[in-house]
């Protein structure tokens, strides 16, 4: 990993994500590259009665909004300063998701929080579900707490041998080579399938030991809630620092209807994500 971007915003844990991002660049002596989309002015559209004024003009709002991302660009040049990591700045006026995605291909892992903040707008926007499903690189997504996440020791693989659990992997290896503890979660939904899943669980195994990472395989006592909270409360036993898993294994439209692995652990994890689709 030699080239990392790091997605900045108004989020309160801002700072604690560019320093785990500065972690694993430290780790890896990579360049760190900083993005910031700053939002337009919002002016609503009414119909009807007059509604009460806005608190800001547009002027007022693009003000600010430049002023905030001038704060953030001096905050993460401060920090990445101290650690003396290389680093770049850019920004980009509007949410636009494509200025992300393409400057994402030239990076090897890709840091977001769990939701992204508009500049002084309370509401949050859910873009890890659309990033995972088109980055085409590996994503990181950090759980919206004033928490720095180190490299992590003790590391959850949720395994069941599809495309995307297999890119998530083999995306983590760098990470899976500097831990000191990973398990394997095999969730079953039935005995027959627990059989099944565990031969799948120790030819991942043995894959993983030719390159020299040790291993053990768990498999829950019953499905609990779901397979994410099945995962989540297993991480959390095993006292995990870091979840590796596939994106959305199944259609998008299925898991946005009925929710699914993927959403439940980027609403609920209070550890890190390592995704891949």
């Known amino acids: 990993m030699k080239d990392i971007l790091v997605l900045c915003d108004s989020n309160d844990s801002n700072a604690f994500r560019i320093e785990t991002a500065l972690c694993y660049a430290e780790s890896f002596d990579a360049h760190i590259?900083?993005?910031?989309?700053?939002?337009?002015?919002?002016?609503?559209i009414y119909g009807g009665m007059y509604p009460d004024a806005s608190s800001y003009t547009a002027a007022d709002q693009i003000d600010r909004a430049n002023k905030h991302a001038k704060e953030l660009e001096d905050s993460f040049t401060k920090i990445a300063e101290s650690h003396h990591i290389q680093?770049?700045?850019?920004?980009?006026?509007?949410?636009d998701l494509n200025f992300i995605i393409e400057n994402a291909?030239?990076?090897?892992?890709?840091?977001?929080?769990?939701?992204?903040?508009?500049?002084?707008?309370?509401t949050s926007h859910q873009l890890?579900?659309?990033?995972?499903?088109?980055?085409?690189?590996?994503?990181?997504?950090?759980?919206?707490?004033?928490?720095?996440f180190n490299l992590p020791k003790r590391i959850i693989i949720a395994w069941n041998e599809s495309h995307e659990a297999t890119r998530a992997v083999h995306d983590a290896l760098p990470i899976l080579r500097q831990a000191e503890n990973i398990?394997?979660?095999?969730?079953?939904?039935?005995?027959?399938?627990e059989k099944e899943n565990m031969k799948r669980c120790e030819q991942l195994q043995r894959h993983l030991k030719h390159h020299f990472i040790n291993c053990?395989?768990?498999t829950p006592?019953?499905?609990?809630?779901?397979?994410?909270?099945?995962?989540y409360e297993t991480a959390l036993e095993y006292n995990a620092d870091l979840i590796v898993m596939g994106a959305y294994g199944h259609s998008k439209f299925k898991e946005i209807v009925l929710g699914g692995t993927t959403k439940y652990l980027i609403e609920n994890s209070t550890?890190?994500?390592?995704v891949s689709n």
């Open 183 to 193: 398990q394997i979660v095999n969730v079953s939904k039935s005995e027959k399938k």
């Open 105 to 122: 291909r030239y990076n090897d892992l890709v840091i977001a929080p769990a939701t992204y903040s508009h500049y002084s707008v309370e």
């Open 128 to 148: 890890c579900d659309y990033f995972t499903t088109r980055l085409g690189r590996p994503l990181l997504i950090t759980p919206d707490l004033k928490k720095v």
């Open 87 to 95: 680093h770049e700045w850019k920004t980009i006026e509007g949410l």
């Open 33 to 44: 590259t900083g993005v910031h989309m700053i939002p337009f002015p919002v002016i609503p």
């Open 271 to 274: 550890m890190p994500l390592f």
């Open 221 to 231: 006592n019953k499905l609990l809630k779901g397979t994410g909270h099945t995962i």
């Open 216 to 218: 053990e395989i768990f």
